[in-house]
């Protein structure tokens, strides 16, 4: 398997723009997450899925940000309008989860959104 | 509520062993995780041990589970220069759900 697939790498926007953001996750898996990464707060989890169906929203930061997952095999992180301090890396991971799995996620490369 | 406390940075010189020192909230805590996170890419399970474990021993790496303090620590020995990266610990939130709560991560800085 190609492992967790997120893009673009990087998105470069200005204030104001609708960004949005893709993961693929491993083909199988049940559980799929969004984290956002910044030097001052670290690794946050904004929301998850489980069978494509939102479990834990409560830390996606404002009604600017908004996730689906139309099908088991796609996701979207959405944000309208984007703002400055959404700068950060956005990662996607995936996991499987049944008897004996350890709940291992697995992590996409991450998208570097730099809003200007 | 949960937490996940880690110091920010550790620096070694090669050759030497590297203590990374993490300690959790969450006492029902089954799966603890080590994740390592190189420059420009995702984080990658490193290791990880089950609750019911003192001790987990991977090739260099030797992970340490004290219950009681509910302190968790990875030991990686003969530390080399590809070993510089961040180190995140994580424990699984709760029973029921599979999300993970990580550290802010330490970064791990091995000179030659």
């Known amino acids: 398997d190609a492992g967790v697939i997120q893009s673009p790498r990087h998105e470069v926007t200005e204030m104001g723009q609708e960004v949005t953001l893709r993961c693929k996750p491993i083909s199988g898996h049940d559980y799929l997450f969004w984290y956002r990464q910044t030097m001052m707060r670290g690794l946050e989890l904004l929301i998850y899925f489980n069978n494509n169906v939102p479990i834990d929203d409560s830390g996606m930061p404002e009604d600017r940000f908004s996730a689906k997952m139309p099908n088991a095999s796609f996701s979207t992180l959405k944000i309208q309008p984007s703002e400055p301090r959404d700068s950060a890396v956005y990662f996607c991971?995936?996991?499987?989860?049944?008897?004996?799995?350890?709940?291992?996620?697995?992590f996409g490369a991450g998208t570097r959104l730099s809003v200007l | 509520g949960e937490d996940v406390e880690q110091s920010l940075f550790l620096s070694v010189r090669e050759g030497d062993s590297s203590v990374i020192n993490c300690t959790y909230t969450?006492?029902?805590?089954?799966?603890l995780y080590w994740y390592k996170q190189e420059p420009g890419a995702g984080l990658q399970l490193l290791t990880y041990?089950?609750?019911?474990?003192d001790m987990k021993q991977d090739q260099r790496l030797t992970v340490l589970l004290n219950k009681k303090d509910k302190h968790l620590s990875l030991r990686i020995a003969d530390t080399q220069t590809g070993d510089s990266a961040i180190y995140f610990c994580a424990e699984r939130a709760n029973q029921a759900g599979t999300a993970l709560i990580f550290g802010k991560g330490t970064t791990l800085s091995v000179s030659s």
């Open positions: 991971a995936s996991s499987l989860t049944w008897a004996g799995t350890k709940n291992i996620q697995y």
């Open positions: 969450d006492s029902s805590s089954t799966y």
């Open positions: 041990i089950f609750s019911n474990m």
